[in-house]
């Protein structure tokens, strides 16, 4: 398992964006990036030295520090789209190889180069910037119907990485909620909130949130659903 490039960008003025400038942009860094915890969401943008984020509201913060796509799901990605997907096309961080990015679970821990750790929180939910950006009709929609959104992580230890730089799985947490359940639950299959919960604290917090408030209302319903 590898970390092909980090990627990063300034902010660029762009018409489609809500503040009329967007950090999604993101292209290969040369050379050693810090990776540190920016701070809360709302106060802090992006984990990575040298990128930018512009709608604090929804993006950055400690829980969104870093996002992470596998080459694997941009090549599918360019086969169905006809058209080549550079490294940081999706504006990720990190882009690996080898990694199951979809298949890791709320709160694995992977050590990236000798020093970083970063925790998963959640899968990436697309928005019209992201739309825009990648200039494809009902975009969001077919993202989202994918189901394979990439990880937002949080960092545990903070330190230097490069591309190159090997990834490893140092921690697999004992429950079954994967980026992918995650997502599907936030999204197309709320039914799913309730079992989302056993990834705990792990969880980004909204989704915590969401989860337990779904499970209180309609918790009972659910299991009765999930018996028959």
Not at 28 to 53: H, M, Q
């Amino acid at each position: 398992m590898q970390l092909l490039t980090v990627n990063a960008g300034p902010l660029r003025p762009a018409d489609y964006a809500d503040n009329g400038a967007t950090g999604i942009d993101k292209r290969p860094v040369e050379g050693p990036v810090l990776v540190r915890d920016p701070g809360p969401k709302g106060e802090g943008g992006s984990g990575l030295a040298g990128d930018e984020i512009s709608d604090l509201r929804h993006h950055g913060g400690s829980d969104q520090a870093v996002y992470a796509f596998a080459r694997e799901d941009l090549d599918r990605w360019e086969r169905e789209l006809g058209r080549p997907l550079a490294n940081g096309s999706f504006g990720e961080n990190l882009t690996t190889s080898g990694l199951d990015v979809t298949g890791a679970l709320i709160g694995e821990r992977w050590r990236v180069g000798a020093d970083l750790v970063l925790e998963v929180t959640s899968g990436r939910i697309p928005c019209r910037t992201f739309a825009s950006h990648l200039g494809e009709r009902g975009w969001v929609r077919r993202f989202t119907r994918d189901s394979a959104p990439g990880a937002y992580l949080r960092v545990i230890v903070p330190g230097e990485i490069r591309a190159g730089d090997p990834i490893a799985v140092v921690h697999r947490p004992d429950h079954e909620v994967t980026v992918a359940m995650s997502f599907r639950a936030e999204t197309v299959e709320r039914t799913l909130l309730p079992r989302v919960l056993a990834a705990g604290e792990a969880l980004h917090p909204e989704q915590l949130r969401a989860a337990r408030a779904y499970a209180e209302k309609y918790g009972d319903a659910v299991a009765g659903e999930g018996a028959r």
